[in-house]
Every structure is written in C-alpha cells, then in structure tokens.
C-alpha cells in the first residue's frame, strides 16, 4: 500500500507486476508455488493477463509464439527447481531464433539455501547457457533497474530471452520504493531496440557488387521479421529486379506470390536452389547460413561473392566466407545498400536471370501436383496444406511444429503478403511447439485473424493438454493433427537409411485426437477422405466460440512421409542427412 503520495510501500513480487504493466506486457504464461506468490498476487489485483498453463516448456513456447506475431517481448514464469527446469527447451528456442522473451523463475529463500531446500537445484546454472542472459536479483529494492535491464537485453541487437531468477526472500521482502521508479524505456518495448547501420564504406563496396551483377540473388533469413525490413527489401528487390529466396524461417520475407519469390532454399527447396547455382551475387539477410539452408554446408556455390547483412557481427564468416559484411539492422542495412546503388539501366540479363522465376514456378507447381492436388487415402500432408493456401486468408498465420509439420509447411505454403504469417519453430526445432505455439500466435492475433497450427501425433500427444489451456483463455486456434501412427520423420529417417521394415521406437499406436479434443471441450473433427478436407478447415475457421482440432489420417509408408522428395528408391550414404 502506499506510504504517501510519493512512496510506495510494496513487496518484490508487486515491484516485478508492476514494472511488466509498466513495460505494457501482454499475456503472461506460468504456473505458480510459493517463492512468487506475492507477483500473482499482484498480477490479480492490478488486473494484468496471467495464464495458468499446464506445462512450463509449453508456456515458454506460447510465449515466443506471441512473441513472433507482435515482436514484444513474451514473458513466462515458472516457480523454484521443476518449473524452472522445464523452461529450458523454449528458453533454447527463442535464444537460437532471436526471440524477445523475459522469463522469471522464483528461486530458494537464500537464509535457508543449499540446507536441502525442497525443489532446490542449481537453476541458475542451469538456465544461464539456455538464454541471453540471466539476471539474479539479489536485493528487492533493485528490481525496477534489473526489469528494464532485462527488457533491454531481451529486444536490442539479436533479440534473445532473459531469465530474472527472483529468490523467494526477494519476491516476498518489501521495500519502500519512489513512485518515479517505477517507469520503462519505451525504447526498449519492442524489437527491433537500438537500430544500427552499417559502415558506409561497406556499403559502397557492396553497392559496387550489386551494380555489376548480372544474375544476384537475396537469401533471406528470420531477421527480416525481426527488424520488420519487408518494405526495405522489397523495395531493393523491386528496384533492381533481385529474386528472393528464404528459409523456413524467413518465409513471408516477400509474398510466396510475388513475381521475384523462389520460396524456400536448402534441404527443402522449389527452384531456388537451381537458381543460387546459377547466381552471381548472393546477398545474405538475416540469416545464419546454418545446416538447413545450406544442405548441410554444400549449397553455397564457390566463387560467388556474398554480401552478409546480420545483426550480430561475429556471425558473419561462420559458415561461410563473406566478402563484405554488413554488421547492422536488416531494414537499415536493406535502405542504404538501394540508396548507394548507381541509378541507371540494370545489366540485361539480370532481366533474363529475374523473369525466368515465374514461368520456373509454375512449372514446379505443375510437377508438385501430384502433392499439391492428390486424391490418395490416406491423405498425403501435400493435399492438406494446398487446402490450407486455398481457404486461409492473406493476414491468417500458419504454425507449423517441429519435424514433418514444418518442412511440409516450409516448402508447401503460400504467404500471400509481407510478414510473419508463418511460423515454424526453426531455432530448436523442438518437437510439440505446435499447439501451445498456435495458442501463443492466436492470442497475439486477436480474434479476427485465424491462426491454424500444425502438429505430428507425436508432437501433440506431448502437448494435448494445452488444449485445455487454449479453450479456457479463448485461443480459438484451428489445430491440425497430421495422425500417421509414428514418429514419422525418425521412421522415414531409418526407411531411408536401414531399409524397409527396420524400424525401432518409432510406431505409435493409434489415437482418435478428434474424440479426445471433444473431450476437453473442443470441437473435434476426424478427416479421412482428402475430398473433405476443404471443408472440414472452413468448419474450423468458422469457429470462434472453441479450439478445433482436425485429426487428419495421413499416409503410413515411411517410404513417403518426405516432403521434398518420394524416397522409396532414396539410398543414404553413411554419415549423411540429405533429407
């Protein structure tokens, strides 16, 4: 309560719920013990959205799936040793994929720590490989300074998640705090905090690059989303007649229907990979270059100059050699890299190089119809997700989980405009993002965009009971479940490896999720037949009032769960991972 006019008089855990309204937080995701009850105590009467949630990993991942959306800072919480272990795996996600999160674990009371304290681990570190940086707040009068320390770390440079580890004598103490501490850095609300530019020397040199290239090409990574640069790069794209390709995570860089988009490069590719081969200038934006999108290291072509847009300068030249590095914001970087280019007539062929994307694209859809367009039963995961390009609208946004569902995803979506209407957990690939990232996304969207999420049986059977959680805060989301009866992608993996019928510890038996999300109090529908699969995803985007969940009964051969390529005549040499 308040001393005087100017004072106030109030635990840890008030200070810590006052300082997150004060930095204007959304939806809070945690499950609570002793060590911060005083924090949900005040989250209640400050009337702040807190969420219980059934699993703190999952909670950590609505967190960072809202994140994406709105590019502030998501924030979870998990009490003392099991909670505070459980976040790990999102902790990772949302640090490998610059994620802005701010994640409080309530820690032991330090009179009494290390006498076997129950739940008492070593948390701290634990947790501190697993985030950008960890926060201990020693004492409760510094919590104010040490919350904006951690929003500013959480959205500045490459965004990450910060951990504030509270003791429970810090959270439960009280102190007697200046009204006028109370405040946040408004710069510091949201990534992209503190832009940067790049060195104009820098620039020069790869405007010279750009204005000689016949045949460049942009890779582009997550960071566009990040740094919110979609304008930026169309914009140069547009102006000098570049075609995009981009990662899983970088899908929605442009619209996958623009005349310049080669979708999705790396070990899943339509036609950009052909097209990079061909290149003679790659320009790098956002992207980490990792196994992924260079197959494993193999794709980048020798010879080629690369220009390196990246946030975090020791980045660049990991894995692989830049010629010049732009170490600066991507929509920065994106604005003076056009401002620096000569004007004048492109070089001809660059029209040649450009104007081949579209009639390539069409071809490769004519190829991928039997994907795209199959009639097979049981469902091929190429069918659900053209249904998906059909019926979703522009601003809907598609969450794909780990494994299957993301490369089926990666590859076979459409973002039809600019920005994160895709997301895939690409930092970790962490298999059960699926449906506690889809509750995450459908939060940050509001009620009139419709979030679809797409999960393995696998990937849900970890997660169903953030089903429960989804109806209870009305993140009426669509979930699909791709139902195959296993841990398909490690079953394909030892298909194409070990051969037929050798598989181990990768059959699941089989589940009717559909009768299972009724049970929660979700609608529920099971899909069989590919001809209905049109409309049972209308059904589900037509329903505002619960959770959908569509079990969707796809293929069982092994032999054809991939993706990019029919691998029954496939044959893996030892040590490789082509697919």
Known sequence: MSASNTTLSITGGEALARMLQAHQVGPMFGMGGFQLLPFYEAC?????????????RCGTFAADAWARVTNRPGVVDATLGPGATNLV????????????MVAIAGDANREHAWKNMTQEARQVEILRPACKELIRVEHTKRIPELVRRAFAIATSGRPGPVVLDVPEDVAHGEHDFAADEIWADPGTLMAQARRTRPDPDEVE????????????????????????????????????????AHTMSGKGAIPCTHRLSLGVFGRYSRIANDFIAQSDLLIVVGCKLGEIATKRFALMPAGVPVV??????????????????????????????????????????RADFAGAVAPRMAA???????????????????????????????????????????HWGGLLFDTKQAGRHFIADRGFASIGYGAPGAMGAQMAAGPKRRVVGLTGDG???????????????????????FNNGASGYVKALQHAVYGPGNYQSSDLGETDYAAAARAF???????????????????????TSTPTILDVIVTRDPAR???????????????????
Request: aromatic share 2%.
């Open 44 to 56: 209640r009467a400050l009337g702040l959205k807190h969420h219980l949630i059934n699993d703190e």
């Open 89 to 100: 795996t999102g902790l990772v996600e949302s640090l490998n994929a610059g994620i802005p």
């Open 205 to 244: 040199r790869a405007a010279a690059l750009l204005a000689r290239a016949k045949r460049p090409m942009l890779l582009v990574g997550g960071g566009i989303h990040i740094s919110g640069a979609h304008d930026a790069l169309l914009a140069l794209a547009e102006a000098q007649n570049i075609p995009v």
């Open 308 to 349: 390196h847009i990246e946030i975090v300068p020791e980045e660049i030249g990991r894995t692989t050699r830049a010629d010049v590095a732009l170490a600066a914001d991507a929509r920065l970087a994106l604005a003076d890299l056009l401002m620096a280019v000569p004007r004048g007539a492109l070089p001809d062929e």
């Open 364 to 406: 490769w859809r004519v190829g991928a119809a039997d994907r795209l367009e199959s009639n097979e039963t049981p469902i091929n995961v190429g069918r659900l997700i053209n249904e998906l390009n059909i019926a979703m609208a522009a601003d809907d946004i598609l969450v794909a989980d780990g494994g299957f569902a993301g």
């Open 459 to 481: 990937g849900f059977n970890m997660t169903i009971g953030e089903i429960e959680t989804a109806k209870r805060v009305g993140a009426n989301y669509v979930l699909c479940v």
């Open 521 to 543: 109090g979700c609608h529920g529908l099971r899909v069989e037949d590919p001809n209905m699969l049109g409309a049972a995803i209308r059904e589900g985007l037509s329903n």
């Open 561 to 579: 769960m991939l993706p990019g390529t029919d691998n029954r005549t496939l044959k893996v040499e030892k040590g490789d991972r082509p697919v």
